[in-house]
């Protein structure tokens, strides 16, 4: 692990980040309370999880110091992060928003409990991503995006491919730069079909 390597960490939690906040600028006015609080705080909580795994990365090249609290935190974090997202999302998606005065049914909706066993946060991560981009893909469509429909398909792909990758230890440092260049090309797409969706809004207002 190198500090050069570290630093490209931090590129795509700035895509994913970006992406978010154009996302959520767009679809608020759409969406119910409850359904905008799950999409806000999964994709607060995602990208906060990025960022301390990308810093505990530097600290520990940077020969300052292994914070592992910081790198322990990351995979649960994030799996519940993009669970909330995903049922925020999928709620614009296949249901309808509740008008202005009407009972938020979502408004109550409780975070996951934290477990310690991994496969419970593998099952979150996968089902997260897949009801946050395909449920994104599906609002692309009706609103005529279909390129962005794809790219947010696209974007899933890379991303549970990010996670098996990083699921392995790799010694090769070609094989590091190849985990690293997978999650940049996810969340990229993730950026640019999240900007495509918001422009299509932003003519139709």
């Keep these: 692990m190198t500090i050069p390597m570290t630093l490209v960490d931090y590129?795509?939690?700035?895509f994913f980040l970006i992406g978010s906040i154009v996302l959520q600028r767009a679809l608020y006015a759409e969406m119910s309370k409850g359904a905008f609080a799950l999409f806000?705080?999964?994709?607060i909580t995602v990208f906060v999880a990025g960022l301390f795994k990308a810093t505990w990365k530097?600290?520990?090249a940077a020969g300052i110091c292994d914070f592992q609290a910081l790198n322990q935190c990351f995979f649960p974090m994030q799996a519940t992060g993009f669970l909330l997202a995903g049922l925020g999302v999928i709620a614009l998606a296949f249901f309808r928003q509740k008008a202005a005065g009407e009972q938020d049914?979502?408004?109550g909706a409780a975070a996951p409990a934290v477990f310690k066993g991994t496969m419970v946060f593998v099952a979150f991560m996968v089902a997260g991503v897949a009801l946050l981009d395909f449920s994104l893909?599906?609002?692309?469509?009706?609103?005529?995006v279909a390129l962005a429909a794809t790219l947010?398909?696209?974007s899933f792909v890379f991303?549970?491919?990010m996670g098996y990758l990083s699921s392995k230890d790799f010694a090769s440092p070609a094989m590091n730069w190849?985990?690293?260049?997978?999650?940049?090309?996810?969340?990229?797409?993730?950026?640019?079909?999240?900007?495509?969706?918001?422009?299509k809004g932003a003519a139709k207002a």
């Design 178 to 199: 190849i985990a690293e260049g997978v999650n940049v090309c996810g969340q990229g797409l993730y950026l640019v079909a999240s900007v495509m969706l918001a422009r």
């Design 11 to 14: 590129i795509p939690v700035a």
């Design 159 to 161: 991303t549970l491919g």
């Design 58 to 60: 530097l600290l520990y």
């Design 40 to 43: 806000a705080a999964g994709t």
């Design 137 to 144: 893909a599906k609002i692309a469509r009706k609103r005529g």
């Design 152 to 154: 947010f398909i696209a």
């Design 105 to 107: 049914m979502l408004a």
